[in-house]
């Protein structure tokens, strides 16, 4: 690995790790998921039967699937807007991190995202084997959607830790940014399709979630792992993610620059 | 400060009351002072309700009818639930503190002083952003009794009224409950959250689609059903399901009893198991 990026693997793996000593934590968090998930599977199923079986693509096996594999990206979807930068914004230890030699914002989202890669293995595939074995879910048999499932997966938990850092970047000009914070817990969740299916959104709705990088975190990543999105249209969903990578990457960047020079202002 | 436990037999409810107030009344003089933050809260825990209410229409926006109830009567069933949790959250909710202060060691502080622990922890803080979150449970049982044709009688009022007060009390006791798992738990407040928040979920479905284990978690373990599900389908005059008949809607308050009975017994224990945050 050339030694420009070294820094940056490194901080992923010790985010990885610190996820690790905390055990307890992680099975509450599994049982906090299936709980969650077998009140989905009651009211979603109830809905797709109602709908004769067939509702927007889901019929029982999909919704099983999208069901039990949001519950599992619960802890490695940042949905609440906390983060450690905010709160070294706020104390000024921030000032710290700019000493080191190495890029703030790429630095802290590699640790974000090694600390949810690592929650995949206490949440996210526990939550998954127990939907498949309790309730049962339709699962692509091909290996495409597997493949190109996991790199979408990958850079929807990029796309989270970017835009997290966004939310924390305002506390820049913000003294207290738990406002911003607040806001962005309260539509995230909605917006990803945490609790609702996107597809299940009337027109309007689907559009202004189309607009956020929300459902490039989840409801994409979830779209193509479960099969219910193929081929082209996958790609295209793919696509749209790696954009919002993009465009949530170049506004971090840029909201670092300001704010250095903004932290410098205030003396750091 | 130093005699109060000697006097407490002789002093009256009034005065044993005052320590309480006097927190209370620094806690909301403390929240209305940060003017922006308490309207951003205000705003974002009414955002928060509209959202939920959000999550349920878009499924009826689907299919019109779901577990038996149209979106107009599964409102009915939200409001209850809806404004009795915020009620419950307003009063008990920061009981989720508790984690904070025993990794603190501040807990302490509480046993030094000469009133019972649980008491003082549920009148440490006042979640006042709950008051729009109440607003718009209140607005949604207002609609849905507008909306909805219902058979009135004086005792479908005294359904109505013993629903709401059995059901806040029935969320508060989730709260207590959880705060004595919390002596165990510490860094595993999520595995009660799965039965509060999951519980407040489950209260506003209609139970109907429940299968068998989960009415047996949600309907009579940590009785959710009877908060706001039952007194509506008593309220609607319609029938239950299996396992949960509408005529168990005036059972709401060995419901909220029950929940008491494990909260405080829950409590005990986790008081008893508790050695002190070493300071």
């Given at each position: 690995?050339?030694?420009?990026?070294?820094?940056?693997?490194?901080?992923f793996?010790?985010g990885?790790?610190?996820q690790s000593?905390?055990?307890l934590?992680?099975?509450?968090g599994?049982?906090?998921n299936a709980?969650f998930g077998f009140l989905?599977?009651?009211?979603?199923f109830?809905?797709?039967?109602a709908a004769?079986g067939?509702?927007?693509?889901?019929?029982?096996?999909?919704?099983?699937s999208?069901i039990?594999?949001s519950?599992?990206?619960?802890g490695?979807?940042n949905l609440?807007?906390?983060?450690d930068?905010a709160?070294?914004?706020?104390?000024?230890?921030v000032?710290?991190d700019?000493?080191?030699p190495i890029d703030?914002q790429?630095a802290?989202?590699a640790t974000e995202?090694?600390?949810?890669?690592?929650?995949?293995v206490p949440?996210?595939?526990p939550s998954?084997?127990?939907?498949?074995?309790?309730?049962?879910?339709s699962l692509?048999s091909?290996?495409a959607p597997?493949?190109l499932?996991a790199?979408?997966?990958?850079v929807g938990?990029?796309?989270?830790a970017?835009t997290a850092y966004?939310?924390?970047?305002?506390g820049?000009w913000?003294?207290?940014?738990?406002?911003v914070?607040v806001?962005?817990m309260?539509v995230?969740?909605?917006?990803a399709?945490?609790?609702?299916?996107?597809?299940?959104?009337?027109?309007w709705l689907?559009?202004?979630?189309a607009?956020?990088?929300?459902?490039s975190m989840?409801m994409?990543p979830i779209?193509?792992i479960?099969g219910?999105?193929v081929?082209?249209?996958?790609?295209g969903?793919?696509?749209?993610?790696l954009?919002?990578?993009a465009?949530t990457g170049?506004i971090g960047?840029?909201l670092?620059?300001a704010?250095r020079?903004k932290?410098e202002?205030?003396?750091g | 400060m130093?005699?109060?436990?000697?006097?407490?037999?002789?002093?009256?409810p009034?005065?044993r009351?005052?320590?309480?107030?006097a927190v209370?009344?620094?806690?909301?003089?403390?929240?209305r002072?940060?003017r922006s933050?308490?309207?951003?809260?205000?705003g974002?825990?009414l955002l928060v309700?509209?959202?939920?209410?959000?999550?349920?229409w878009?499924?009826?926006?689907n299919?019109?009818?779901?577990?038996g109830f149209t979106f107009?009567q599964?409102?009915l069933v939200?409001?209850?639930?809806?404004?009795?949790?915020?009620?419950?959250?307003?009063?008990f909710g920061?009981?989720d503190n508790?984690p904070?202060y025993?990794?603190a060691?501040?807990l302490?502080?509480f046993y030094?002083?000469?009133?019972?622990?649980?008491m003082?922890l549920i009148?440490?803080?006042?979640s006042l952003?709950?008051?729009s979150?109440?607003?718009?449970?209140?607005g949604?049982?207002?609609?849905?009794?507008a909306l909805?044709?219902i058979d009135?009688?004086?005792?479908r009022?005294a359904l109505?009224?013993?629903?709401?007060?059995?059901?806040?009390?029935?969320?508060a006791?989730?709260?207590?409950?959880a705060?004595?798992?919390?002596?165990?738990?510490v860094?595993?407040?999520?595995?009660?959250?799965a039965?509060?928040?999951?519980?407040?979920y489950?209260a506003?479905q209609?139970?109907a689609?429940?299968?068998r284990?989960i009415?047996?978690?949600?309907g009579?373990?940590?009785p959710?059903?009877?908060?706001a599900?039952?007194p509506?389908?008593?309220l609607l005059?319609?029938?239950g399901?299996?396992?949960l008949?509408?005529?168990?809607?005036w059972?709401?308050p060995?419901a909220a009893l029950?929940?008491?009975g494990?909260a405080?017994?829950?409590?005990r224990v986790?008081m008893?198991?508790?050695?002190?945050?070493?300071?």
């Amino acid at each position: 690995m050339s030694p420009n990026l070294l820094p940056y693997w490194k901080l992923f793996v010790a985010g990885f790790r610190q996820q690790s000593t905390y055990r307890l934590a992680a099975f509450g968090g599994l049982v906090a998921n299936a709980t969650f998930g077998f009140l989905k599977v009651a009211v979603l199923f109830a809905t797709v039967r109602a709908a004769g079986g067939q509702l927007h693509g889901y019929d029982l096996g999909v919704m099983s699937s999208y069901i039990w594999i949001s519950q599992g990206l619960l802890g490695s979807i940042n949905l609440s807007g906390r983060t450690d930068l905010a709160d070294r914004i706020k104390d000024g230890a921030v000032a710290v991190d700019f000493l080191r030699p190495i890029d703030v914002q790429a630095a802290n989202v590699a640790t974000e995202v090694g600390k949810a890669v690592f929650a995949l293995v206490p949440r996210g595939i526990p939550s998954v084997a127990l939907g498949a074995i309790v309730v049962g879910m339709s699962l692509p048999s091909t290996p495409a959607p597997y493949l190109l499932g996991a790199l979408s997966l990958l850079v929807g938990i990029t796309v989270s830790a970017a835009t997290a850092y966004i939310v924390a970047t305002v506390g820049f000009w913000l003294i207290e940014s738990r406002g911003v914070q607040v806001l962005y817990m309260v539509v995230s969740g909605f917006l990803a399709g945490l609790f609702v299916p996107i597809a299940l959104f009337p027109g309007w709705l689907s559009a202004i979630a189309a607009a956020t990088p929300f459902p490039s975190m989840m409801m994409y990543p979830i779209d193509v792992i479960s099969g219910r999105v193929v081929g082209l249209a996958a790609l295209g969903l793919f696509a749209a993610q790696l954009g919002w990578l993009a465009v949530t990457g170049l506004i971090g960047h840029a909201l670092t620059r300001a704010g250095r020079r903004k932290l410098e202002i205030q003396g750091g | 400060m130093a005699e109060p436990v000697v006097h407490q037999g002789s002093v009256g409810p009034v005065t044993r009351l005052a320590p309480y107030r006097a927190v209370l009344a620094a806690r909301v003089r403390a929240q209305r002072s940060y003017r922006s933050n308490f309207l951003i809260d205000l705003g974002s825990s009414l955002l928060v309700g509209f959202v939920e209410l959000a999550e349920v229409w878009i499924l009826f926006h689907n299919v019109h009818v779901l577990g038996g109830f149209t979106f107009v009567q599964i409102l009915l069933v939200f409001g209850i639930a809806d404004f009795s949790f915020a009620l419950a959250d307003l009063f008990f909710g920061h009981c989720d503190n508790l984690p904070t202060y025993l990794r603190a060691g501040t807990l302490d502080v509480f046993y030094l002083r000469p009133q019972p622990v649980l008491m003082q922890l549920i009148t440490s803080e006042i979640s006042l952003r709950r008051l729009s979150r109440a607003g718009l449970g209140v607005g949604s049982i207002v609609i849905a009794l507008a909306l909805n044709d219902i058979d009135w009688s004086a005792a479908r009022v005294a359904l109505l009224v013993l629903a709401l007060v059995s059901a806040t009390a029935t969320f508060a006791a989730l709260f207590v409950w959880a705060a004595g798992l919390q002596f165990f738990l510490v860094s595993g407040a999520e595995l009660t959250n799965a039965f509060v928040y999951g519980g407040r979920y489950a209260a506003t479905q209609p139970a109907a689609v429940w299968s068998r284990p989960i009415k047996v978690v949600f309907g009579f373990l940590f009785p959710m059903a009877f908060t706001a599900y039952l007194p509506a389908l008593e309220l609607l005059g319609l029938p239950g399901p299996q396992w949960l008949p509408a005529g168990l809607a005036w059972c709401t308050p060995l419901a909220a009893l029950w929940s008491w009975g494990m909260a405080l017994g829950t409590w005990r224990v986790g008081m008893r198991h508790y050695q002190g945050g070493g300071g």
